[in-house]
T-cell receptor, first 111, second 114 residues
C-alpha cells in the first residue's frame, strides 16, 4: 500500500530563519494538499498542488510538487512567530475517497 | 455560516461507557469524515461518508460506528470506550468526495477515557 513520509518531525528555528518540510510518497500522486494546525486548533487548508513540477506561492510560503509527483515541499521564508504550528501534507489514501495525512512537521519559532 | 460544528469540546469517560460525538455542517457538503489525532501519529481516518445513507471504513475503524441519515450530520459512536481511544477527534467535510477536495475541519473533541 501507499506510504507517506513527512520530514522532519520537529523543527526549531530562530525568528527570521527559513523553514522547509518535505512530504514523500511511495506512489505517484494525483494531487497533494497542505494544511496548517495552530497549537490547540484544528487543521486549516492552505493549498492544493495538481501538476507535475507545480510551484505556488502564498506570501512567504512556497509550495512545490515534484516532477514525478511523488514528493512535495513547503518552504517558509523568514519565519515569524505567527508561523508556529504543525504542517501536514494530505494525499489520496487507500481509496480515492480517502484523504490520508503525513504525520506532520511541528514548527517552533524562537523570537 | 457556522461551518463544521463538533460537540462536545471536551469529555471524560470511564472504560466501558458509550458515547456519541456529534458533528454537523451547514455547507451542504456531500463528504464527511472522522479523524483521530494522537501525538506523533498525525491524523488517522476512522470512518467517512460520501453522502447521506453511505458510510465506509477508514484506516482505524475498530471500536467506532457511524451513520449518515442526513447530509448535515455525521455522528461518531463509541460503543464501549477503552483507554486506547483517548485522543482528539476531528470531523471534516468537503463539497464532494475525492482526495482533491479541500477539507473543512471542526474544532475537535478532546476525549479522555479513564
Amino acid at each position: 500500500g501507499q506510504q507517506v513520509m513527512q520530514i522532519p518531525q520537529y523543527q526549531h528555528v530562530q525568528e527570521g530563519e527559513d523553514f522547509t518540510t518535505y512530504c514523500n510518497s511511495s506512489t505517484t500522486l494525483s494531487n497533494i494538499q497542505w494544511y496548517k494546525q495552530r497549537p490547540g486548533g484544528h487543521p486549516v487548508f492552505l493549498i492544493q498542488l495538481v501538476k507535475s513540477g507545480e510551484v505556488k506561492k502564498q506570501k512567504r510560503l512556497t509550495f512545490q510538487f515534484g516532477e514525478a509527483k511523488k514528493n512535495s515541499s513547503l518552504h517558509i521564508t523568514a519565519t515569524q512567530t505567527t508561523d508556529v504550528g504543525t504542517y501536514f501534507c494530505g494525499l489520496e489514501g487507500a481509496g480515492s475517497y480517502q484523504l490520508t495525512f503525513g504525520k506532520g512537521t511541528k514548527l517552533s519559532v524562537i523570537p | 455560516n457556522a461551518g463544521v460544528t463538533q460537540t462536545p469540546k471536551f469529555q471524560v469517560l470511564k472504560t466501558g461507557q458509550s458515547m456519541t460525538l456529534q458533528c454537523a455542517q451547514d455547507m451542504n457538503h456531500e463528504y464527511m469524515s472522522w479523524y483521530r489525532q494522537d501525538p506523533g501519529m498525525g491524523l488517522r481516518l476512522i470512518h467517512y461518508s460520501v453522502g447521506a445513507g453511505i458510510t465506509d471504513q477508514g484506516e482505524v475503524p475498530n471500536g467506532y460506528n457511524v451513520s449518515r441519515s442526513t447530509t448535515e450530520d455525521f455522528p461518531l459512536r463509541l460503543l464501549s470506550a477503552a483507554p486506547s481511544q483517548t485522543s482528539v477527534y476531528f470531523c471534516a467535510s468537503s463539497y464532494t468526495a475525492g482526495s482533491n477536495q479541500p477539507q473543512h475541519f471542526g474544532d475537535g473533541t478532546r476525549l479522555s477515557i479513564l
